[in-house]
């Protein structure tokens, strides 16, 4: 017998589960809207466009309503269909079980390797009272994925407020089960996937966050093993001397924070900064604010860096050319639905830095700063192991949460107002992890930042002109 090999589709999904090799059984479960048909539908597509067979067969959702819902999700099941690849079977409710099963049966003969029943709690609920019928039923769902030599997806529906199955031995029959939740987290409604069962492949992480996006479906978000602290990657160099000499050469994956005075207007200068790192290392940047709209980022780099005499249209075509700017209000998420929010954006933009702008706003999303911190180092981890650098500009809020978020970074940069009876005199403390701290002067600083524009300039200089 041919071996039969399939794909989840879903990248990080797939890595927790291992290889699917026919035959095989998922069991999905959840509570109504978790996003079970998204997830079931998902997989059939991924496996179709890989010219695998599918057959969908629902009791519930008319096909017309699938094909329109899914189609917002970017899955084109009018375009498998038409290459032979996917069918949609609607079920009746009115039949009963025996006449469901015989249906079934008469359907898959036709030949698939994925076949999708939606969902298998009516079936088994209408036998609830008849446990030689409900062995029949459960024996015939086991063995129809050898019957196909192929992947069988089994949708359930849990009740609001439950997690348990409550459906007898089904789970024992199926190799893999995933229960998709939904929970209230700060008055938000957070989706989460859980990995309860999985042959063949050991449960690192029990809950993972997953998001329904528009246009590419599900999204799910997983931290690294955190007992694997992932490795440096390739030396970078800073984009100015004063920087090189004292604080040395960076890395891919480096974390760097960056801490203002409370009461200052912050940001340019290390935008600039992160700028001319980019140019000098042949990167791009995510620049993701809290705080401004992108309009408002891009003309605060392009007036700052005309001021130093680049020519605006230009400024304005660096900026296009190297950095992606995009404004979530963390106010309008849960911690773990923004860190979803941003690690979609992430995998949509691909960026070799991200800078989170503003920081410190997120500090007060929850009262327990345990928990959000607890999301942001994971972030940072999950950031860390693709080799992306992460940059977090914000202000000093108070000497505790300052010092936990140094406490992870790779280098901190923290500017200090000093005042005098007369003037106001600026100081930046540098700590780079491992080595003593450094303090730069003002004139220290300036010196850097007008290297960081030369380097801009320099790339302005080479722009073709229109």
Known sequence: MKLKKFTIGISNLEDLLGTIIAPYTILIAGHPGSGKTTLAASV???????????????????????????????????????????????????????????AIGEVVSEGYDIVVIDSVTALLESIEGSATKRAWLLNYFYQLSKLINGLLILISELPYGEERLGLGSIEFITDSVLILKHRVEERFLVRLLEIRKTRGAPIYVAEIPFAIVQGRGIEIFTPPLLEKIPEQGEELSPPCNVHKETIGHFHRGFLVNVFYPSNTIYGK??????????????????????????????????????????????????IEKYITVRA????????????????????????????????????????????????VYNEV??????????????????????????????????????????????????????????????????????????????????????
């Open 269 to 318: 200068d290390a935008l600039i900064y992160v700028l001319a790192f980019a140019i000098k290392n042949s990167m791009k940047i995510l620049l993701i604010s809290y705080i401004s709209p992108p309009s408002t980022l891009i003309e605060l780099i392009s007036r700052t860096l005309e001021r130093y005499g680049i020519d605006n249209e230009k400024a304005l075509k660096i």
């Open 328 to 375: 979530i209000n963390p106010y309008a998420y849960s911690t773990s639905q923004l860190v979803a929010q941003e690690l979609s954006l992430v995998n949509e933009f691909k960026p070799d830095i991200v800078v989170f702008h503003g920081a410190h706003v997120i500090r007060l999303i929850a009262s327990n700063y345990a928990s959000i911190f607890r999301e």
């Open 44 to 102: 059939c597509y991924a496996n179709a466009l890989r010219g695998h067979k599918c057959l969908y067969l629902s009791l519930y959702e008319d096909k017309e309503k699938f094909y329109r819902f899914m189609d917002k999700l970017g899955l084109r099941f009018t375009d498998v269909e038409s290459r032979g690849l996917f069918k949609y079977v609607s079920l009746p409710l009115t039949l009963n079980v025996n006449d469901i099963v015989n």
């Open 381 to 466: 981890m999950y950031l860390k192991s693709r080799g992306i650098n992460i940059v977090r500009i914000g202000n000093h809020i108070d000497d505790y949460t300052t010092n936990v978020e140094a406490s992870i970074s790779d280098v901190t940069f923290r500017s200090v107002h000093e005042y005098h009876e007369d003037d106001i005199k600026t100081r930046i403390y540098v700590f780079r992890r491992y080595r003593e701290p450094i303090v730069f002067s003002l004139s220290d600083f300036v010196k850097c930042l007008e290297e960081c524009v030369n380097i801009i300039r320099s790339e302005a200089f080479n722009l073709p002109n229109e």
